[in-house]
């Protein structure tokens, strides 16, 4: 939460006070010609100011505080850091105030006007999920599209610097990043922990080694998910399953997980976790080296087909093990698809261009998102019932970058929409 200081330091920043007749306390003319650079690690608040006091130009750092004596109470009088400070800005003026040299430091007196101070408590301390709501009306369509444009690459750059730390973990293996972000996106959101545990329990080359051979890939999946554990289920695709893994487990030294973590209560059949490692598997199956043939796919369609593919026989007929159910096919539905694609395909793309320097790749991964449809989900709504409505992927995920990463956190200072409200 947002304190007065970080207040001052948004209103030095964006010069939200009155430029007239600026005074120090000592009553000498001040006119800010370069406020700074803001800093966010130790010493001096802003960096690199230019202010005019009196006839002379001076260039240095600026600290503030909300009261005169906190320079002494942080010992800035003894840190030979700040004898650059050639500005002291405060909104309360209670004592004079001295650098490490013994130098007088001039001050100036800002102060936050109530109409800033009402905006900031009512966006920062709303018990809303979106601060702003009843505002965002008064923002201009050209405000929010350029917003929204900065929104979309800020998440992709987030979620660009997680694949490289997944890179840095499986020695920049591509193949091995995105196994495991695809697995980890077929738990969609219920299960997506239990999933991404799932992928880093059975490395993607055990996988390869027998990618000719559906059943055993399905072995594989199942018995690493602790599925094939129980001994109630007596239909011969189960018990061959457990025979099957029970050699591979042997084979490459396995231990499975357990069955529990997998949840499903209140879950639609179709999104039960055991169709869902079906699927899985009959992707990674078919596909091979799945995101070989991604890089090599220019067309959005193509890679929907890549990934619709259906689950093996047993699974036409049945949701879970042991319980048959009428013969639908089993594959990923519209919205699953472009689940997938926003989630693991176009951040893995976005990620290789920037990591080789190929921009074709983040011009494709922006291209997908345009194209996919908007997503629905209770953010989205949020959003919508205040009167944004996005067109495509490309808008919901700016949307959902700025609920989780502003909106969630009240960082509305750091907030565009929050700035132009603010700053009425």
Known sequence: MIDKEELLHYIWKYR?????????????????????????????????????????????????????????????????????????????VNEEIYNEKGQKISQLRISVSQKIRDNADFLLFSNVNVPCHHSLHEISNKQMRSWLDALTVERLERKTNDIFRHLERFNNSWDETFYVLLTRNFGFGLNSDEFERLALSLPYNYILKHADNLFQVEALFFGQAGMLKEETITDDYYILLRKEYDFLRKKFSLKSLDNVLFKSLRTRPRGFPQLRIAELAAVVQHAGRVFSAILETDDYEQMRILFRVNASEYWQTHYTFGKESQKIP????????????????????????????????????????????PEKNKIIQDFESAGIIPENAFDTQALIQLRKEYCDQRKCLFCRIGHAILSQ
Do not use: M
Request: with cysteine.
């Open 16 to 92: 939200l006070y009155p430029h007239e007749n600026l005074r120090t306390t000592e009553g000498v003319l001040v006119e800010v010609i370069d406020p700074g650079i803001s800093n966010s690690d130790a010493g001096p608040d802003f960096f690199n100011a230019k202010i005019k006091i009196g006839n002379k130009l001076w260039a240095g750092n600026v600290e503030i505080h909300r009261a005169s004596n906190e320079w002494t109470k942080h010992r800035h009088h003894t840190d030979k850091a700040y004898n650059s400070v050639i500005l002291h800005v405060v909104e309360n």
């Open 330 to 373: 089993k594959h990923l539905g519209n919205n699953s698809l472009d689940i997938i694609l926003i989630n693991t395909v176009v951040p893995l793309l976005f990620a290789y261009g920037k990591r080789n320097n190929i921009e074709k790749y983040c011009d494709r991964a922006i291209q997908i998102l345009e194209s996919v449809k």
